[in-house]
């Protein structure tokens, strides 16, 4: 028989939601208890880049932009494009609604932005930047509910949700020990177990077979929180929707300078100060090394005629076609981005990026060979290509052969040397965006109209159908609803 511990709010994850819920509670006076399967806080909120749209913010108004909700609201819609119609509008007028009131929390709480950066559609400059990296985000929110008495227990996974009578009174989950335990809720549960970008089971469910064997940028987000609310009677909602497969490539044995710096205060003012005052030139090798780390590259590499290649030294794929599923067939689930002297001439200057921060800067080739000696290789030669490669000469050497013998509609040949590759990349699913069906209170929908008492769901588990296109709404949406959910969690308590 498990043991039991009660408190009046259970929070179950604890990314940007599950924080932002557990502190909202607790700032109300309620006891609360977040269960986190990881060693540490932050699950894919510090996997992200970190951009937030907002409007009516200081950096906003420092910029002397006039912007309101119902633009927004409208923006949002062209970032869907044709998706729009199947847009939760009740949720998006919800998330417009807060922006401006949840970066000024974040801001309250310690984290520094910088912005607002330009991402049209959006009709003004919308996009906010956390800094020194995103990490951030979780380092100050877990800080503030360690203040606010929140019992953050590590390294204990929720497994099932615990119901009396058909409603929701707690979570059974297994503890560090690998013993199971029953923690039980007064006023409700808020599930805010993130995505199920690394759920096999679900994704083959719900989104294209393109993905079901692609792996996630952020390993652990395996669908928990969908799962066991599914065992209820929840449903998901555009449980199909998927940002990926996208090539990245692999990431480096060691964090990129950005990534290593403490998300301290005094730090990242200076940081937004500097990007403020400090010209280009001097804050140039600190955005590449970011660049260079956390994005992937550029498809019109392939357009100008750069080619993929396997492990064998096989070209597998129509890179002009669908190459990222295909990618992620290969053995080892990678492959090397190929090209010669004509190609790395042309993505060395505008506009030949290989990869950008839309706004914020642009890499080229030779960024990559400063930054990312371990997946730059150059030679003169084919034969000395493949050995930098790891990959069979003869294989590679036959491919290149074929390729340039093939009939190329618009591509050049590859025969001009030196010639350069850069990789491995590797396939990811970045996000999921299919969330459970939820109400304006954030509570979980059974059937077409029911709630499931006592079960409250945010950020990416509890995404309700709404759309989050561009860049900067998931994390918005996180904060928002977990807040919203964390409270109606904690007026439950007397109900
Ligand atoms: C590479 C990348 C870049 C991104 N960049 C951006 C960006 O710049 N802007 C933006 O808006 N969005 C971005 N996103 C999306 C955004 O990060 C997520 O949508 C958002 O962080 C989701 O927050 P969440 O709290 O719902 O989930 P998460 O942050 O993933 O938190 C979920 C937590 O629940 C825990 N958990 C899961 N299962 C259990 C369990 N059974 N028991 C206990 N704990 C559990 C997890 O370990 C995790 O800590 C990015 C995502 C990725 C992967």
Redesign the pocket.
Known sequence: MAETTVADVIV???????LAAAAEAARLGRQVIL????PA????????????TAINTPHQRQAGITDSADAHFEDMALHAGPLAPRDNLRLRRILVDHTAEMLDWLMSLGVVFVGPMPEPPHRCNRMHNVVPN?KSLAFHLTKHCRELGVDIRLN????RLLTENGKVVGVE?RLPDGALHQFRARGGVVL????Y?NGRDLKARYASPDVVDVDA??A???G??HRMALELGATVVNGDIVRGPIMRFIPPTRANLIQQLPPVKPLARLIAWAMGHLPQWILRPFLMSFLTT?LGPSPDLYKEGAVLINRHGERFTDELGKPNPDVAKQPGRMAWIVFDHNIAGKFSAWPHFISTAPGVAYAYLADYRRNRADIYHQSDTVAGLAASMGVPAAGLTRALAEYNASGRATRPALEQGPFYALGPVKSYV??TDGGLKVTEQLEVVRGEDGVIPGLYA????GQGGLL?EG??????W?FIS?RIAGRNAAANVRA
């Not at 179950?12 to 599950?18: D, I, P, Q, S």
């Not at 269960?35 to 990881?38: D, R, S, T, V």
């Not at 204990?156 to 497994?159: G, V, Y």
């Not at 945010?458 to 588990?461: K, L, Q």
């Open positions: 179950v994850g604890g990314g940007g939601a599950g269960l986190e399967k990881n806080t932050g699950g894919s909120t510090s996997w992200s880049v970190g951009s937030i995103s204990t996974a929720s497994q989950a805010a177990a993130g995505d970008s940028v952020n652990t987000a395996t928990d929180g956390a970045v996000f945010a950020g990416s588990t989050l860049h900067g709404h998931h994390l918005g996180a977990g």
